[in-house]
């Protein structure tokens, strides 16, 4: 897969498709004035820098609309490159006819993310805040749209770029003493130095950590309501979404499907996937079919709220309960409840949180345990949080070359040239996360998941 032509000049609309009060066009590249020129007027031989103009769009002397444009130079612009956006009425007719004149006018439709694309390759960004460009448009929550804002401003660049400098200068340590075929320079001095290699692998490692629970800002947190049937977990789900999504009925085995619901906590997407009951005695296949699916959604969850009866003793389907529960992935908590505290309580457990779905008691502290472990990700409310399984792995890779590297120095003698290569790949890793290794496959696939018009 190839990048796309950036010498020529693209179009495409920047608003979504469909009829509203406004759209906005861009066009940017080489030509971007002249094409504008076409079909806007009046337009200056040479128009003023981001300074907003309403000119008549125009096919040959027919007016077709009134529109806003504003004329951006290159560099100093988001593509880098000479640019022009359009504001018009967004009528689907006027948006096609605008399109078709910059067609006409030499501009060719742009490619998805190919104008975030083109401001990458003319160093208006790095790679790391070109794909939070994309996140940004993306965020659903308060704090999916704060970790993309802290990546377009920099904030995992930075990190990367501290690590990278002090890697580079280990590395200029090392290749000094290599090319020193003289012995002038002084011996190394190992100690220091393996104190300074482990200090960049830790916040290589540090920055790395963050990511499941950046996974979970960007993409939701995925929790699951399970227990014994009749224990309330349809219940539970409405209670916490405020409002009737699962029916709820006295006869045991309502729900025989999974059941997804979205809701934000404490600005934290969070998904909620109410399962069938899980009986000791499944009779019928259509309820060991919705146990197994009830299985399935706990091994891909985040967090587990295991619900229990705590109006009557234990049963044998609770017992199931607790052992399935207990097979949640590897990094996944388990959240036990016993509900219906409102009643006389027949059991107890600790570490359980008593809750009444009936009546909403425990439901706060419940709503914040939720999301708990995804506020810890932010430090003074402005930490770079990687969301990126991309940056994860390369992150993932770079510390293992100075994990491999740490082995290397522990030997009586270290082989300089061995760990001059590892301090060399684990710097490839990072400059792959900026951009500045990247092949262009890797970049075109990141692009082409992007929208057109960005």
Known sequence: MKLPETSDTIVAQATPPGAGALAVIRLSGPQAFGAAASFLSPVPAEPVHRAARMLAVKDGARLVDRAVAVFYRGPASYTGQDTVEISCHGSPYIIRTIMNLALRAGARPAGPGEFTLRAFLNGKLDLVQAEAVGELIAAGSAEAHRAAITQVEGGVSERVRGIKTALVSLLA???????????????????????????????????????????????????????????????????????????????????????EAELELHGFTVIFTDTAGLNARAASRLEREGMSRAAKAIARADAVILVSDASIKETASDRRSEKEAARLPAGARLIRVLNKADLPLKRSRRGSLKISARTGAGLPALRTLLVAGQKKVFRDGAQAVVTSARHFAALSAAAGELGALRALLERKEPPAELAAERLRAALSELSSILGETTPEEVLADIFRHFCVGK
């Open 173 to 259: 340590e090392l290749e000094a003493r290599l090319d020193d075929s003289y012995e002038e320079i002084p011996a190394l001095k190992t100690r220091d130095f393996a104190r300074r290699a482990a200090a960049a692998r830790a916040s290589t490692l540090e920055l790395a950590k963050g990511f499941e629970a950046g996974r979970g800002i960007k993409e939701g947190l995925k929790v699951v309501i399970t227990g014994a049937p009749n224990s309330g977990k349809s219940s539970l789900l409405n209670a916490l979404l405020g409002y009737d999504r699962a029916m709820v009925s006295r006869q045991a085995g309502t729900t025989r499907d999974t059941l």
